[in-house]
């Protein structure tokens, strides 16, 4: 599977649910990604269709074969590794799942942390998807929408949520925020941006002020720009540190420190241990 991704920016109902697809991808997955969370209402979707590895969320280690489901709600961190002989490929799908009403909105919760691997064949739902919007064809995005509808219907059964489910497939006069599209690149600016990371940066590329950017963060996270950018980075020293055998020095130049003494100075703060004492107590030969 050849790495893809696509950016709809279609938006639907399911019952009293607003779906914001944000973005279908996939591909193989060679690096491991760094722990990280996404912010409010943002699920995410992942299909592996062959290879495996590992999920590691706070609570537990998941292993992803083919076949496998996985979902990551808001405020779940979680990190991915593939075996390295066998990467895993999979499906992603980043989306929006926001409801008015409030016993419906709970039938969202079982979703922010479920892996499955017993609804019989999901693979066709996510290669629908990726063949209707990489050939556009009449109708494609109506189709888009219908697949995805049937994959989260399937899913909102399966954890549990029938009853509340009776009126999934109602309608309702909804509006949607235009600016919905920032919160994915909120989401991808503290996983990828830790060299040159900066919250003027981030406003930047967001079109907006300092300030409304730092209100934003703050509704997303309940943080500042600093301490989740922070957060990003610890997670992506702590994996480096026990999955490589890099220079401490070269993670803290990566990473975006002026030098090793300031990285060293806030790994320390942050996590009760010398970077060094971090690598001999976690890092395996």
Known sequence: MEPFAFYPKLAFELGKLQIRILRVSGGPIFAPIPPHRHG??????????????????????????????????????????????????????????????????????????????????????????????????????????????????????????????????????????????????????FLAGTGEASLADLANQLHLSSRQTQRLIRDLYDQTFQSKLTEGRMAAAKMLLRETHEAISLIADKLGYASLEHFSHSFKKQCQVAPSDYRKAHQQD
Not at 100 to 125: I, M, S, V
Not at 149 to 170: D, F, H, N, P
């Open 40 to 189: 409010a209402d943002h699920f995410e979707i992942h299909f592996c269709v062959a290879g495996f590895g590992w999920v590691e969320t706070a609570s537990q280690r998941i292993l992803v074969e083919a076949g496998s489901l996985y979902i990551t709600g808001p405020g779940i961190t979680h990190s991915q590794f593939s075996d390295p002989q066998h990467p895993m490929e999979e499906y992603c799908l980043n989306l929006l799942m926001t409801s008015e009403t409030p016993a419906l909105f709970r039938a969202l919760e079982p979703l922010a942390n479920y892996q499955t691997k017993d609804l019989g064949k999901l693979e066709p739902h996510f290669a629908t998807v990726v063949t209707e919007l990489r050939e556009k064809p009449a109708f494609f995005e109506e189709a888009v929408i219908a697949e995805i509808q049937q994959l989260l219907i399937r899913l909102l059964r399966a954890s549990g949520s029938e009853t509340v489910l009776k009126t999934a497939l109602s309608t309702n006069e909804t509006f949607f925020d235009t600016s919905w599209e920032r919160y994915l690149m909120i989401d991808q600016y």
